[in-house]
């Protein structure tokens, strides 16, 4: 009974299920299309879950929600933190870089049901598959524009990766919902137990 006290009063750590990778100067940001060529990423980042409170406008609530507002110029730093995101891997000059030519790989595991719709709105190009099912296909370069869809596969929690480029000058734009799943995980003196 002690053990069982013990564990229902340690405390928790949430743990992020979500990870972004940028990757600079990357041809691929012109048509952002999901299985371009990789290399290292420049900087990884977790993303916050499970909402995000720099989203605004018709996009209050929602989980994935970056911007340089008006800006023309940013850096990758003013972009990420424009989303709440935190840095995990990246040197301090890939932070200060400005990101034209830029692919963003965000992965992870969402919740979803058959006949979920999704706003996507993004500047430039974007594409989503959850399950292997490709939901959001816009990936070529574009003003702001919203991109409505509609997830036809099976209800359940699937794996989902999403890509979005930004190929073409500022400003940077990329708002979405995506119900993530996120694991709690016990403190490691909570297994210990």
Excluded: K, R, W
Aim: hydrophobic share 40%.
């Amino acid at each position: 009974s002690c053990i069982a006290l013990a564990t229902l009063l340690a405390p928790t750590v949430s743990q992020a299920d979500v990870i972004g990778s940028a990757y600079l100067n990357n041809a691929a940001a012109t048509n952002a299309i999901i299985g371009f060529s990789h290399g290292v990423a420049d900087v990884t980042f977790s993303v916050p879950s499970p909402s995000n409170g720099a989203c605004t406008g018709i996009f209050t609530g929602d989980t994935l929600c970056f911007n340089t507002g008006n800006s023309s110029v940013s850096t990758l730093q003013d972009f990420l933190t424009s989303g709440g995101a935190t840095v995990l891997t990246g040197s301090s000059a890939a932070l200060a870089s400005p990101f034209n030519n830029t692919v963003f790989e965000f992965s992870g595991t969402v919740t979803v049901t058959n006949g979920q719709l999704f706003q996507a709105g993004h500047d430039d190009g974007l594409q989503l598959m959850i399950d292997g099912l490709l939901v959001i296909n816009a990936p070529g370069p574009t003003g702001f524009t919203s991109t409505p869809a509609t997830y036809t596969g099976p209800s359940g929690t699937f794996v989902f990766d999403l890509v979005y480029g930004e190929c073409c000058g500022g400003p940077a734009n990329l708002d979405i919902a995506l119900p993530f799943t996120s694991a709690s995980v016990p403190e490691p003196a909570t297994l210990a137990l």
